[in-house]
């Protein structure tokens, strides 16, 4: 008997972990909490980049920028995320899903580019420190910026149609916490080579190649660092590096482990996790890597509260 498919259902049902109901309840007041503190850490990066001139630098730029990706990003599945966790009701609309898939697609590849452009900027302050102020100037950081932003939304436009056109299954659940591309593939019951080859190809371009990038960079600022002779400056290369460097870590080992998971049921449950946190835990640590390791954002938050801390440090 031919399975009945439809590509154009009037909603679907996020399952979840709806199979365990106690961890829902652990999982919203986990997810609510870490949502306050992204809007709150990101923020108030934000506001200090603004406010303090000494942040006006092409590095807290581009922090500037990753903070307001971060909180489009979570404001775009967290409170869906929140409603499906406290009640029964576990249904997201056709449009709905459709939009949060192509914002989310756009959000996560901007970052993916954004990141790479972060490890370029640190590339040129440690590796080139006298032309510096030539090389990364307030326009190429614009333009740097602009680009990463009009990669993720070309990469939505070409990715996100193909997947809505897609033959959905009519029991339309979708074992995840958030509509994503993967997700939606598993859920047709048509032919979805073309998809998965589109998946596997973006996959390449936007997850491995920017990651690939970053490691030369970073190989690169070790083999600098290391040929310094000071022990001071070491550990400033290391300490203006290093945040960045958390982040990278953070995000693209949670977002290889969901787009690049082989198809299997464990892989599928433990992809679930790794979406979570890919979703809800990296916005939430990077103002806190960047906040609680960086003297410079301490001081102009403190400044902010009126206290000035500039003459109790050397």
Known sequence: MQKETTSSPTGFLLLGFSEHPHL?????????????L????????????TLDPRLHSPMYFFLSNLSFLDLCFTTTCVPQMLFNLWGPTKTISFLGCSVQLFIF?????????LLTVMAFDRYVAVCRPLHYATIIHPRLCHQLAGVAWAIGLIQS???????????????????DFLC????????SCGDTTFNEIQLAVAGVIFLLVPLSLIL????????AVLKTNSSKGRRKAFGTCSSHLIVVTLFYSSVIAVYLQPKNPYAQERGKFFGLFYAV?????NPLVYTLRN???KRAFWKLLGKDVDSGES
């Not at 829902?24 to 306050?36: A, D, G, Q, T």
């Not at 992204?38 to 980049?49: C, D, K, M, Q, W």
């Not at 697609?105 to 580019?113: K, Q, V, Y």
């Open 38 to 49: 992204t809007i709150l850490g990101n923020t108030l990066i934000l506001l200090l980049s």
């Open 157 to 175: 436009i070409v990715q996100i149609p193909p997947t809505l056109k897609l033959p959905f299954c009519p029991h339309r659940q979708i074992d």
């Open 216 to 223: 030369v960079s970073y190989g690169a600022i070790v083999r």
């Open 295 to 297: 003297k410079e954002v």
């Open 180 to 187: 994503e591309v993967p997700s939606l593939i598993r859920l």
């Open 281 to 285: 835990g990296t916005p939430t640590f």
């Open 105 to 113: 697609m756009l959000l996560g590849t901007t970052e993916c580019i």
């Open 24 to 36: 829902e309840k652990i999982l919203f007041v986990v997810v609510l909490c870490s949502y306050l």
